[in-house]
C-alpha cells in the first residue's frame, strides 16, 4: 500500500496521460503484465522502455513534434509489437532483444538521418522498413545458429554484409540499420 494506493492486488489498470505541451525525457520499467502504450504526439527527447518478462503494444500513432535524441528499448522474455517507431523522429534507437517474439514497423515521418541498433539473442523478429526512405543495413552475417532474410525489395549488396539502396549516398533523409543476430532469425520487410 502506497499513498493509499493498493499495488499489491492481482489486478492492476493504469491509465497514464502525458502532456503534448512540454517537451519531456521518460523512463518506463515495466515487469510482468500486458501493455498498451501510445506515445504519438509526446515531445520526447529521450526515451527508455525496459520491457521484462510481459505482452505489449507500442505505438507513435503521431509524429514527435521535437528530435528524440535517443530512444532504448530492452525487451526481455517477451512479445512485442511496435508501430510506428518512425514517427518518434528518433536519431538513434537502439534495441535489445532477448527470448522473445518482436514486430517492429518503423513506418512514420523521418526527418533527417536516422541510426538504428537491433540485437535480437534468442528471439526472433520481423523488421519493417519504410521502401520510400534510402536505407543502409549492415548485419553480422548468416551463420548456421541464426539468419537475416530480406523480403521484397532488396538493397543493393556493396559489401560482404552491407546492403544499400542506390539513393543512399547522397540522401539528407536516410536509415542506418545495424543489425545482430545471436541465436535467433529477422526477417526485413519493406513496404510502402
Request: glycine share 8%; net charge neutral; charged share 25%.
Given at each position: 500500500r502506497r499513498n493509499?494506493?493498493?499495488l499489491d492486488g492481482d489486478e492492476n489498470r493504469w491509465d497514464i496521460v502525458l502532456s503534448?505541451?512540454?517537451e519531456s525525457s521518460l523512463k518506463l520499467d515495466i515487469g510482468a503484465c500486458e501493455t498498451k502504450i501510445d506515445l504519438g504526439g509526446i515531445p520526447l527527447k529521450k526515451l527508455s522502455i525496459n520491457l521484462g518478462a510481459a505482452s505489449g503494444q507500442i505505438d507513435f500513432s503521431k509524429p514527435n513534434p521535437i528530435r528524440l535524441e535517443e530512444f532504448k528499448m530492452d525487451a526481455g522474455v517477451s512479445s512485442l509489437n511496435m508501430a510506428s517507431i518512425g514517427n518518434a523522429n528518433?536519431?538513434?534507437f537502439i534495441f535489445n532483444g532477448g527470448l522473445g517474439s518482436y514486430e517492429l514497423d518503423f513506418s512514420g515521418k523521418y526527418k533527417g538521418e536516422s541510426e538504428i541498433f537491433i540485437e535480437i539473442g534468442?528471439?526472433?523478429?520481423e523488421i519493417f522498413l519504410p521502401a520510400d526512405i534510402p536505407i543502409r543495413v549492415e548485419t553480422d552475417g548468416d551463420n548456421?545458429?541464426?539468419s537475416v532474410d530480406f523480403h521484397g525489395?532488396?538493397?543493393l549488396n556493396?559489401?560482404?554484409d552491407t546492403f544499400e539502396s542506390e539513393d543512399f549516398g547522397g540522401a539528407k533523409?536516410?536509415?542506418i540499420l545495424h543489425l545482430k543476430v545471436g541465436l535467433g532469425s529477422v526477417d526485413l520487410y519493406f513496404k510502402n
Open positions: 493509499g494506493l493498493d503534448n505541451k512540454y528518433f536519431s538513434r534468442l528471439g526472433s523478429a548456421f545458429l541464426s525489395h532488396i538493397p556493396i559489401d560482404d533523409t536516410r536509415i
